[in-house]
C-alpha cells in the first residue's frame, strides 16, 4: 500500500514539475556573427534571443576603415531601438548617442527562428553622422556570414530529463519484480 501512494505521489511530483520546467524552459537563440563591409572591415560578435523572443544580450564589433573609427555595440554601453521590428527581420543597435553609430541588421526570415533556410542579408549596414540612416551620414553595406547556435537546455530541464528516466527505470524494476512473484500452477 506504501508503495502505491510513494507511485502516485512521485507521479503527480513529475507531472507538476513537466507543467512549471516546460513553462519556462528556455529556447534561446544565439547568432555568431562574422561579416565583411563593403569597405573591407569586419564585424563580429554575437547577439542572442531569450525565450520569450527579446534580445538578451549582445557584443558586436565593427574595425575601422575610411571614415569609420571602428565601434563596439554591446548590452549595457548602448541601446536597442524601440523599432525592431515585429517578426524580428530588422534590428537596429545604436551606440551611447542617438547621431552616433547604428548598426542595422536584417535577416530574411524572422531571427527567432534560428539559421534554418535563414540568414542576415546585403541590406544589413553600419551608419554614423546621421539621424537618418542610411539615406543620409556615412554608410557601409554588411557582407555577412553568420551562424545560430542551438539553446543549451536549463538545469531544471536536465533534473526533469533525470527524474523521468529514474522514474522509467523504477517502474520497469517494479513490473520485473511482480512477474518474478507471480502464481504459476502446475498441471496435474
Known amino acids: 500500500m506504501k508503495r502505491k501512494n510513494l507511485i502516485k505521489s512521485l507521479s503527480a511530483a513529475t507531472i507538476l514539475a513537466c507543467g512549471v520546467v516546460g513553462a519556462t524552459a528556455a529556447s534561446a537563440t544565439k547568432w555568431i556573427v562574422n561579416g565583411t563591409f563593403s569597405d573591407g572591415a569586419t564585424l563580429t560578435g554575437f547577439f542572442e534571443f531569450n525565450q520569450y523572443g527579446y534580445i538578451s544580450d549582445y557584443d558586436l564589433k565593427t574595425s575601422a576603415a575610411g571614415a569609420f573609427a571602428g565601434f563596439e555595440f554591446?548590452?549595457?554601453?548602448?541601446?536597442?531601438?524601440?523599432?525592431?521590428?515585429?517578426?524580428?527581420?530588422?534590428?537596429?543597435?545604436?551606440?551611447a548617442t542617438y547621431n552616433g553609430?547604428?548598426?542595422?541588421?536584417?535577416?530574411?526570415?524572422?531571427?527567432?527562428?534560428?539559421?534554418?533556410?535563414?540568414?542576415?542579408?546585403?541590406?544589413?549596414?553600419?551608419?554614423?553622422?546621421?539621424?537618418?540612416c542610411p539615406s543620409?551620414?556615412?554608410?557601409?553595406?554588411?557582407?555577412?556570414?553568420?551562424?545560430?547556435?542551438?539553446?543549451?537546455?536549463?538545469?531544471?530541464?536536465?533534473?526533469?530529463?533525470?527524474?523521468?528516466?529514474?522514474?522509467?527505470?523504477?517502474?520497469?524494476?517494479?513490473?520485473?519484480?511482480?512477474?518474478?512473484?507471480?502464481?504459476t500452477f502446475a498441471i496435474a
Open 136 to 183: 543620409g551620414g556615412d554608410v557601409r553595406f554588411l557582407n555577412v556570414a553568420a551562424t545560430a547556435i542551438a539553446p543549451t537546455p536549463e538545469p531544471a530541464t536536465w533534473a526533469m530529463m533525470l527524474m523521468g528516466f529514474g522514474l522509467a527505470g523504477y517502474g520497469l524494476r517494479r513490473r520485473a519484480t511482480i512477474r518474478s512473484q507471480s502464481v
Open 74 to 95: 554591446k548590452s549595457g554601453a548602448g541601446y536597442i531601438a524601440g523599432s525592431v521590428s515585429p517578426d524580428k527581420t530588422i534590428i537596429p543597435f545604436f551606440g
Open 101 to 132: 553609430p547604428q548598426l542595422t541588421l536584417v535577416s530574411a526570415l524572422p531571427l527567432t527562428t534560428g539559421l534554418v533556410g535563414n540568414s542576415l542579408t546585403g541590406a544589413s549596414y553600419e551608419c554614423q553622422n546621421s539621424f537618418n
